[in-house]
């Protein structure tokens, strides 16, 4: 019974340090990330106000 108690802890334990790792890789490629979506963002805000003004002409 100790035994089973003490694995379980333990995965209890991986499972934090994972989801720990995750957040801190997050954190660390947001500034990269942010940047990449307001790149895209631009990028679709600027077709579109193509494909607007072709329209219009």
Do not use: A, C, N
């Amino acid at each position: 019974m100790k035994k089973l108690t003490k694995e379980s802890k333990q995965s209890v334990i991986v499972m934090l340090i994972l989801m720990i790792i995750m957040l801190f890789g997050i954190f660390w490629r947001w500034d990269y990330i942010s940047k990449e979506l307001k790149f895209g963002i631009d990028r679709y805000t600027r077709v579109s106000d193509t494909i607007s003004s072709v329209e219009e002409k």
